[in-house]
C-alpha cells in the first residue's frame, strides 16, 4: 500500500520527522565555608543529602575548609534548587549557619 501526496493526489513516501530533544541546563550545588559549623556536621550533610560516602564527604569537606567553596554534585535545576532549599532548611533546624547555593554549570563542566 503507498501512501499518497495530500496536495497532488499522487504516490509518495510517507516521512517521518524527527525531533531533537535538548538536554537540560545542569547546576552546580555549593556548600560555602563558615566559621561556625563543625566539620563532622558537613560530612553528614554531604551523606545525608548527596550520598557520598565517608571519604567523598571528607574530601568535600576539606575542600570548603580551604577553599570556601565545594561543589556537591551537578543536577537539574529543578534538582538542584530541592537540594539547596532542603540542605539550608535543615541546617538551620541543627542551629548551623551552613549555606547552600546553586548556579549553572560553565560549558567546560
Known amino acids: 500500500m503507498s501512501e499518497k501526496d495530500t496536495a497532488t493526489g499522487e504516490p509518495g513516501v510517507a516521512t517521518v520527522d524527527k525531533v531533537k530533544v535538548k538536554k537540560p541546563a545542569m547546576y552546580k550545588v555549593l556548600i560555602h565555608n563558615d566559621d561556625y559549623t563543625t566539620m ?20 568535600i569537606m576539606l575542600k570548603v575548609h580551604h577553599d ?42
Do not use: M, W
Open 40 to 59: 563532622e556536621f558537613v560530612i553528614h550533610t554531604l551523606q545525608k543529602f548527596f550520598q557520598k560516602n565517608y571519604e567523598e564527604s571528607h574530601a
Open 68 to 109: 570556601g567553596v565545594g561543589i556537591c554534585g551537578i543536577y537539574t535545576h529543578e534538582v538542584a534548587e530541592s537540594k539547596t532549599s532542603k540542605v539550608n532548611k535543615y541546617s538551620r533546624g541543627k542551629g548551623h549557619p551552613l549555606k547552600c547555593s546553586f548556579e549553572p554549570c560553565d560549558s567546560e563542566d
